[in-house]
């Protein structure tokens, strides 16, 4: 028996039981909701209506913080707002973009494109709200760094509000699920992927990397060990180069592939329209798309989950409003922009009805897509791939840091052991496959949403007296 077959045969039930629980899914006509979409969806839509769409009325005042406008030399924190929204936007934007979107335009047609971006651009309200909360409760240490995130507002803010022990509670079982979650799918995930597209660029079972995916294994953790050494202000100038670049070199791409195929764009748009609302398209028709958009928005921009908090609390700012306004441009460029153009590109190039996407799905999908536009665009495709993986681990590892030090307190040993071991799983998942490892983490992940949503909901009132107070 294989390392990978042990492993994987000692979690698989764990991994089952955990995911079953966490993905149960309501069965609707023709199609599935799963509970956990629909608790993501349900708390972004309470905050669009409960701070009166902020996601639109506040998008304005996001850029303009954004730009530096209102900085002030002396603000509190550790690092700039344009800094922290790159850190999160690099945990988000990932081969989930490019492989998710295909697999949702596959199964549910082009109809679910429309309510991605409906339930992105719902994400963007509860963003705001849980960045508010990380930087009005976050934590000062005694060496000058600021530790933050929804641990920290579960346990501080119900205990303010009167509820000290289920704060206390929430907090730690929040702390431990994201450790042993960031490991797997913030990390393994990642760097798997990496090492797969590297070696089919190389020459796939003729590359020189063929069976040896721990040499880009130990790449990547030197890498990511480069990185994050120094904390979140080296992870900040790091993403504050690295998230720009990436995302305009996809981003042009797409727009070059949909530009060169204009005259499909109306049918296109069309079909996104009418996928979103008839009963003509697949996986059920339009219930069956709305399910899917949904599913894939949120597992996309990770609204709802709170990890994005915990790189917000460290930015420059003495109003917390100020970083949840920043925070809510995060789904509106990974799930609105991004996501978006891939469906595009899918849709004015090889997606066709009859085939579910030609028998492929997947980043397949969507290099096969790009390639019959662009010939050249596989290799272009592969490097803003490895950057989305790179980009993720490193954001990835301090979330899991953060997590990690809640748990086991702060210090320079816990700091040093934790990124150690991150870094050892970064070879590891280049090297084996740990199906189970990655359904069990993927699920502990998104069951993180469940403690903090119940704080976020029992902490509105504060999040909208921090919007009435804000000033810029």
């Given amino acids: 028996m294989t390392i990978d077959q042990l492993i994987d045969d000692t979690l698989r039930p764990v991994a089952d039981a955990v995911a079953g629980a966490v993905f ?25 209506v409960y701070l009166r769409f902020i996601n639109v009325r506040g998008f304005a005042q996001a850029l303009r913080i954004v730009s530096g406008r209102y900085a002030r030399a002396g603000d509190p924190g550790e690092i700039s707002q344009f800094s922290a929204l790159t850190t999160a936007v690099s945990g988000t934007v990932g081969i989930g973009n490019m492989a998710g979107v295909a697999v949702a335009i596959s199964t549910g047609g082009p109809g679910a494109t429309f309510w991605l971006i409906v339930a992105g651009l719902l994400g963007m309200s509860a963003k705001f709200a849980e960045c508010t909360l990380g930087v009005l409760y976050r934590r000062r240490n005694p060496d000058g760094s600021v530790s933050g995130g929804p641990m920290h507002y ?35 995930f990642q760097s798997n992927q990496a090492a797969a597209i590297l070696t089919d660029i190389t020459g796939a079972e003729a590359s020189v990397l063929a069976g040896r995916g721990w040499l880009v294994g130990l790449l990547l953790a030197g890498a990511v060990a480069l990185v994050i050494v120094g904390g979140i202000r080296t992870i900040a100038s790091t993403t504050v180069r690295l998230v720009p670049a990436m995302a305009l070199l996809y981003v042009a791409l ?95 190039t090889v997606y066709d009805p009859a085939l579910a996407g030609g028998g492929v799905n997947g980043i397949e999908l969507t290099t096969r897509a790009f390639a019959s536009t662009l010939a050249w665009s596989p290799a272009p495709l592969a490097v803003a791939a490895l950057l989305f993986a790179f980009s993720t681990m490193i954001a990835w590892a301090y979330y899991g840091l953060k997590a990690f030090t809640y748990l086991a307190g702060e210090g320079r040993l816990q700091d040093l052991g934790f990124k150690l071991v991150f870094c050892l799983f970064v070879v590891v998942g280049a090297s084996v496959d740990l199906g189970a490892v990655i359904d069990l983490s993927d699920a502990l992940v998104f069951v993180v949403a469940i403690p903090n949503l119940i704080g976020l909901y029992l902490l509105a009132p504060v999040v909208r007296r921090e919007l009435a107070r804000y000033r810029p």
């Fill in 24 to 48: 149960y899914a309501l069965p609707l006509p023709g199609a599935e909701l799963p509970l956990i979409v629909a608790w993501l969806v349900a708390g972004g839509l309470f905050f669009t």
């Fill in 154 to 188: 579960l346990e501080r803010g119900l205990a303010e509000r009167g509820w000290p022990a289920l704060g206390r509670r929430l907090g730690l079982f929040y702390a431990a699920a994201l450790v042993f979650g960031c490991l797997g799918i913030g990390n393994m």
């Fill in 254 to 348: 797409a727009l070059l592939v949909i530009g060169l195929n204009a005259g499909r764009l109306p049918a296109a748009m069309t079909a996104i329209w009418q996928g979103a609302f008839t009963s003509t398209g697949m996986a059920g028709g339009a219930l069956g798309a709305l399910v899917i958009g949904f599913r894939r928005a949120v597992f996309s921009n990770e609204a709802g989950l709170g990890s994005a908090a915990i790189a917000h609390a460290t930015a420059r700012t003495p109003q917390p409003a100020s970083e949840g306004f920043v925070a809510l441009l995060e789904p509106f460029i990974d799930t609105v922009v991004i996501c978006t153009l891939t469906a595009l590109v899918i849709t004015t």
